[in-house]
């Protein structure tokens, strides 16, 4: 088998996660392990580091600092929001030839996933021998071919303990609670706040993903139902509901929205959503106390949150793309993550990189209630192995009432 001589380049792309350098990390160690690579670079602020050149040599970390960044959240390497077109493609092409780069190894989502496509592509029409292989990395949980995603277990599992600890709060008071998750097109980390009911009165009671449409009156209604009933009420919502027509609820609400860089609304980065859903509550059920939070950032970087599964299936996928690449000498293709066993074993596999670029999971309609406001047990038992061992849970008192001597 041809397995060409020169360097390994990896690079993070798109949002941090907890566990991203884990795949990092996974693949500069393997590398390292083969005669054939000459040396280990890591590309700065992703796609953009590439065309700048901004590469330090991995080669030369110790084997202990590199352990101690795989398990310290974000991005190592830093990131970026670059979103390649064919002649941005081209020029990384250009610089990977002149480093004599013969593997490229990139980690992130859709977009990731595309541009190595892209790069691929580019190497093949020059016969430049170059192995490019994408690893797989979102907290959406949203890339096709995969089981789940590594990022996304440690992401549920930080929804869950949040929702879990803003639930206690929201008993004690009263009131309404609305927790804002991340998630455009895909409600797999909204979703995951179901795991943090412990009780059967424990919230979230409602949850809403952008796989249903958002219906107000029906939203109200659900509301209205759940606080009679407990004299208070947890909701989930992902940032990304829209209407039956498929306009986002916070567009609907809000009027003039703010657009990012590539033509999308302005999702995350505002409490927006919250504040308009806390405002129509307010309004139509005179409830009072109404709360919302938006968790942003935290629900991806967030320190001690990291799932022990999660951060061991990022190493893996890292190492796997290296010996895909090395042993069984695939030019390129995607990491995708299988579950094999129902009590829970995955293994990988390599899919064709058409297979994921520029596509978007979303959460299978089995996994969501009847009512589009809630989730089934099939997506308990989904997600429950993914956040981890030893999650938090809280107890109750459970001494007898003392009886009454005034009435």
């Known amino acids: 088998m041809n397995r060409p001589e020169g360097k390994v380049l990896v690079a993070q792309g798109g949002g941090p996660t907890h566990v991203i350098n884990q795949s990092v990390v996974g693949v500069a160690l393997a590398a390292r392990n083969f005669p054939n690579v000459t040396a280990v670079y890591g590309a700065l602020h992703g796609v953009s580091g590439i065309i700048n ?74 016969n430049y021998d170059m192995r490019a292989i994408h690893i797989p990395k979102t907290i959406d949980n949203d890339l096709e071919e995969n089981d789940h995603c590594p990022g996304f277990g440690s992401a549920a599992k930080f929804v869950s303990q949040a929702f879990a600890g803003a639930g206690l709060d929201n008993r004690a008071l009263g009131g309404i609670y609305i927790g804002v998750v991340m998630g455009r097109h895909a409600g797999f980390l909204t979703a995951a706040a179901a795991l943090a009911k412990t009780y059967a009165d424990d919230g979230p009671h409602l949850i809403y993903l952008p796989e249903r449409a958002f219906d107000q009156a029906s939203f109200l209604a659900d509301v209205k139902r759940v606080y009679e009933q407990h004299g208070f009420c947890m909701i989930a919502v992902s940032e990304g509901i829209s209407d039956a027509d498929g306009t986002p609820m916070i567009s609907k609400l809000m009027g003039e929205v703010e657009k990012d860089a590539h033509g999308n609304i302005q999702l995350s980065g505002t409490g927006a959503l919250g504040d308009l859903l806390t405002k129509t509550i307010k309004d139509e059920l005179n409830i009072k106390r109404v709360r919302a939070d938006t968790f942003g950032y935290l629900q991806r970087s967030f320190l001690g949150a990291a799932s022990d599964t999660d951060q061991h299936e990022a190493r893996e996928v890292g190492e796997k793309a290296v010996q895909f690449a090395m042993i069984e000498g695939a030019t390129e293709g995607s990491v995708a993550i299988r579950r094999t066993a129902i009590n829970y074993a995955v293994d990988y596999e390599l899919v064709p990189i058409s297979n994921v670029a520029g596509k978007t999971r979303h959460m299978p309609a089995e996994y969501i209630n009847a009512d589009g406001n809630g989730v089934t047990q099939a997506f308990i038992d989904y997600c429950r192995p993914l956040i981890g061992s030893s999650p938090l849970q809280s107890y109750r008192f459970r001494a007898p009432a003392v009886p009454k001597i005034l009435g």
């Open 53 to 126: 050149e901004d590469f330090i040599d991995l080669s030369r970390e110790t084997v202990h600092n590199l352990n101690q960044v795989a398990a310290t959240p974000s991005s190592g390497l830093l990131s970026t929001r670059d979103k390649p077109d064919r002649e941005y493609c081209e020029k990384m092409f250009e610089v990977m030839r002149a480093h004599d780069i013969r593997y490229f190894f990139y980690v992130g989502g859709n977009d990731s996933s595309d541009t190595v496509r892209i790069v691929s592509e580019h190497a093949k029409a020059a």
